[in-house]
């Protein structure tokens, strides 16, 4: 896999946002050793901000008004033009999001994995889930996980690395998943953290609730924001 992708900057909401077909989408999770090369000195030295500024290099391109949307308030993103294996990714309070949508193979992996995580029903509390993602697959509606994609070791952003089996370059029986280069953590495809990994906690999903079949709000959910 290569580590560099090609980014289709898309949403008319916010102009921030990047999806990726579904090809593209498996170029976003370079190979273990290439993208742990690249992470390492992302992470290595300056931490999360700075690898979150790598992953998503057109953050650094917003104008001041969009800036200011993103800090606090909910992101209104149209989630219609993502393929299916596809990830479209936005800013939420200066932190990327992603938005992947699932095919029915990505949901049947993640029964598999159950008894390989550390924390297989998001009970853990410091990165707390909403109720709505508190089952396997961490999403109101089984095909669109949301979360945010920072690692919970130490701030890197993990790389998609959907390609299952030895071709992962993670191990023969991989079934596809997150992996984040700085310290090896790995995740399923609901962002759950296997065991005994740096990284102490499943990815956080963000409050969020559907507007309509192809729109999301991020930040807010019925209970209010976040
Ligand atoms: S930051 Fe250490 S494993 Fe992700």
């Given amino acids: 896999m290569s580590s560099s992708a090609s980014q289709n900057t898309s949403s008319p909401m916010l102009g921030l946002s990047s999806a990726v077909t579904e090809a593209e989408s498996f170029k976003l999770g370079a190979g273990p050793a290439e993208a742990r090369r690249t992470w390492m000195i992302a992470c290595g030295a300056t931490g999360g901000v700075a690898a979150a500024a790598v992953a998503i290099p057109f953050l650094g391109s917003m104008a001041p008004s969009e800036k200011a949307r993103s800090a606090g308030a909910p992101v209104e993103v149209d989630i219609g033009d993502i393929p299916v294996g596809g990830v479209k990714i936005v800013e939420w309070r200066g932190k990327p999001v992603w938005i992947v949508r699932r095919t029915p193979e990505m949901l049947e992996s993640l029964a598999k994995a159950d008894g390989q995580l550390a924390d297989p029903g998001s009970n853990r509390t410091d990165y707390p889930t909403p109720d709505y993602a508190k089952n396997q697959h961490r999403s109101i509606k ?45 995740f399923d495809m609901a ?33 209010g924001e976040a």
Avoid at 196 to 216: G, Q, W, Y
Wanted: glycine fraction near 12%; include cysteine; hydrophobic fraction near 35%.
């Fill in 142 to 186: 089984p095909e669109f996980l949301v979360a945010v994609g920072i690692c919970t070791h130490l701030g890197c952003s993990p790389v998609s690395a959907f390609t299952t089996g030895a071709a992962s370059g993670i191990a023969p029986d991989w079934p596809g998943g997150f992996f984040c280069p700085c310290h090896g953590s790995t």
């Fill in 191 to 223: 962002g759950r953290v296997y065991a005994n990994k740096p990284a102490p906690d499943n990815l956080e999903v963000p409050r969020h609730m559907f507007l309509t079949d192809a729109s999301i709000l991020i930040g807010k959910d019925e209970q």
